[in-house]
């Protein structure tokens, strides 16, 4: 079936240093896509979204890149502070369906 | 405005008993989601309403699972009996008519069946 997931579970960093958290997903008629950041014990909260007629949209310290050609997906953050540690999610859908998620990648900060 | 409100944040429930999680979207969003968060197959959608009526039920487990959502401000989930392997994270999330700004999660149930 249709799927969305992450290259990596896991990346470290050090604060101040810029993060990159990529994606990969398959459903090619999807046309919007949002990260999310799960912190422990809460539920996702949204950071940035994009629509597939954009390839880079940016936000506060974020910049989600699109490739739609190979179906790639990517959150930068911009000089990650401790309090950007905890899960980010991709997830995709097109009119009229659900947003499906990929599994996550835990993003660790230590100063 | 609170945010998607869901009750209880824990439940605790012995093999075989009903379990009902409740949900209150955010006033003005037509759209609500049930997801289940587990360690192992991640955020899973359940069900989702649009203007109170069911869209896809497909992601719901099997007939232990029900939804229902009786009014605009109101959503609940059910499991009759509850199993050990239903233990997770379930979460609930509104959303309104355009496609901006994605879905506002509560801040799930934890439900362990014991």
């Known amino acids: 079936g249709e799927s969305v997931g992450l290259h990596l579970p896991t990346l470290s960093v050090q604060e101040g240093d810029n993060s990159i958290i990529n994606c990969a997903y398959s459903n090619s008629a999807s046309d919007y896509f949002i990260w999310y950041k799960q912190e422990s014990g809460k539920g996702p909260q949204f950071i940035i979204d994009i629509r597939s007629n954009m390839d880079k949209r940016q936000g506060q310290r974020v910049t989600v890149l699109l490739n739609k050609t190979v179906k790639h997906l990517s959150l930068q953050i911009a000089a990650t502070q401790p309090g950007d540690s905890a899960v980010y999610f991709c997830a995709e859908n097109q009119a009229g369906t659900a947003l499906i998620f990929g599994k996550g990648t835990t993003l660790s900060v230590s100063s | ?114």
């Open chain 2, 1 to 114: 405005d609170a945010g998607v409100i869901q009750s209880p944040r824990h439940e605790v429930t012995e093999m075989g008993q009903e379990v009902t999680l409740r949900c209150k979207p955010i006033s003005g969003h037509n759209s609500l989601f049930w997801y289940r968060q587990t360690m192992m197959r991640g955020l899973e959608l359940l069900i989702y309403f649009n203007n109170n009526v069911p869209i896809d039920d497909s992601g719901m487990p099997e007939d232990r699972f029900s939804a229902k959502m009786p009014n605009a401000s109101f959503s609940t989930l059910k499991i009759q009996p509850s199993e050990p392997r239903d233990s997770a994270v379930y979460f609930c999330a509104s959303s309104g008519s355009n496609r901006n700004y994605g879905y506002t999660f509560g801040s799930g149930t934890r439900l362990t069946v014991v």
